[in-house]
């Protein structure tokens, strides 16, 4: 598959009829749920995953194709330590498709700061059992030699990375052949209710009777729950990405990073890369509505984001999206079946000029594709992972752009949840009501 997001126009893979029943139905066929549909699947439910648009068609095939355990929230660190033990052992032929390597992942630090910030962060990490280590500046220089400007560097060899345009659906393939009913081009207007708890989901296809729903609809999330008189603190914010020509032989094909971009060896021999920390942001009901619980975090970084007015029309915040609409009619999730935002063009050419600058032996990359995609963050940047205020309804949203590496770990957590079960891991940091029980929000302690 070309290196270019999923969009309407590539035909649809899983058509035909609805089923009349089912045990889940999860709502969005993003990573998260996909690798969750697949899991509940081989515990034995009959599960149906409903995609208003394209398999992958939004974040989980438009972001970077990192597999990091690196620099995680200690929160999410053994959540993510789980999903590369499952990366790893997916049968080879899935791995060499998705074109899974463990390359490992670098931080790249300028200065004694930065230096200190990783030093700390592996300190607290090590006991969790992560094979992360220090690199001295004369082992940063070997790992990226020509480089200019680096002192020193964080690394971890076990990470990993896979291409977020066909992981998704390949995967998707094989959750079919074990019992998943995938619907693309199929949105979920609403849930159906009764004596207040889900009884089924009402899509544009008809009524499917089901009394558990999992909510894995990414940026679209809130919008799903307010219409059922939910509150969620999720936003989102705009991502470019770009694809360079192939770099000369023998430049690292590892993913890397230091705080002015990122860069990743792809599988089709040209680089990813990226801003690491670079976002638009568009201005709508949501916003204004959350404006006090996202402050910390807009202040905390107000140079690498870029506030807009207005977002394009359907978008999820945009100012004439309705907020309330009747499961007879057209629904917001079928008039902007994939959310597909334009680059950051600045963005990419300054991306371009930063890479000169630190190997000025290769210069400028020659750019041979742009995209961006639409990343759904909490005020914490921690997903929620929890069951909502609805009996029946457990909600797996906020993954503020870690979904992709983190999503098989978070499956077995979700359907713990599901199915009733204690998850093995602390989850009071993923919980719903943490940001309207008076919890104060801390400073996440990701890197």
């Known amino acids: ?93 899935l791995r060499a498709a998705i074109g899974f390597r463990q390359t490992g992942v670098t931080y790249l630090a300028r200065d004694a700061s930065r230096m200190a910030a990783f030093e700390s962060w592996l300190s607290q990490a090590r006991p969790h059992g992560v094979d992360t280590r220090l690199l001295s500046r004369r082992e940063t220089e070997a790992m990226l030699p020509n480089a200019a400007g680096w002192i020193g560097a964080l690394h971890t060899p076990s990470d990993g990375q896979a291409e977020p345009f066909v992981t998704v659906p390949l995967l998707a393939r094989a959750a079919v052949e074990e019992g998943v009913v995938i619907r693309e081009r199929c949105a979920v207007r609403g849930l159906e209710l009764s004596a207040g708890q889900v009884s089924g989901v009402v899509t544009e296809a008809g009524t499917v009777r089901c009394t558990r729903v999992v909510l894995a609809g990414g940026a679209w999330s809130s919008l799903f729950l307010a219409a059922h008189g939910v509150r969620l603190r999720q936003l989102s914010v705009l991502s470019s990405v770009s694809t360079t020509e192939a770099l000369p032989e023998g430049f690292s094909r590892a993913a890397a990073a230091d705080e002015r971009f990122a860069i990743r060896g792809r599988a089709d021999g040209g680089h990813n890369l990226t801003a690491w920390s670079s976002h638009k942001f568009f201005i709508g009901p949501d916003a204004v509505r959350n404006l006090g619980a996202f402050l910390p975090q807009f202040l905390a970084d107000v140079r690498s984001t870029k506030l807009r007015p207005f977002a394009p029309q359907g978008y999820p915040d945009a100012w004439r999206t309705p907020r309330r609409w009747s499961s007879a009619e057209k629904s917001p ?92 891991h602390e989850m009071s940091p993923f919980r719903f009501k943490r940001f309207f029980d008076g919890t104060p929000t801390k400073a996440s302690s990701a890197i």
């Open 1 to 93: 598959m070309h290196g270019f997001p999923i969009t309407l126009a590539a035909p649809s893979d899983h058509t035909g009829p609805l089923p009349e029943a089912v045990d889940v139905t999860v709502i969005g066929g993003g990573i998260i749920g996909l690798m969750t549909a697949w899991e509940l699947s081989r515990d034995g439910l009959r599960v149906l995953l409903c995609e208003k648009g394209k398999l992958a068609g939004e974040q989980s095939g438009r972001n970077w194709g990192w597999l990091r355990q690196q620099g995680r929230d200690l929160a999410e660190l053994p959540i993510a330590m789980d999903a590369m033990r499952i990366w790893r052992d997916l049968p080879q032929n």
């Open 333 to 424: 999730f079928e008039r902007c079946r994939i959310l597909n935002p334009h680059p950051d063009t600045a963005d990419i050419a300054r991306l371009q000029h930063q890479f000169a600058l630190a190997f000025p032996d290769i210069g400028k990359p020659t750019i041979t594709a742009s995209w961006a995609g639409m990343i759904d963050v909490t005020p914490d940047t921690l997903p929620v992972v929890d069951h909502a205020p609805i009996p029946g309804l457990i909600v797996a949203t906020g993954m503020s752009g870690h979904g992709f590496g983190i999503a098989p770990g978070m499956a077995k957590v979700i359907a713990d949840l599901v199915q009733g079960r204690a998850p093995q």
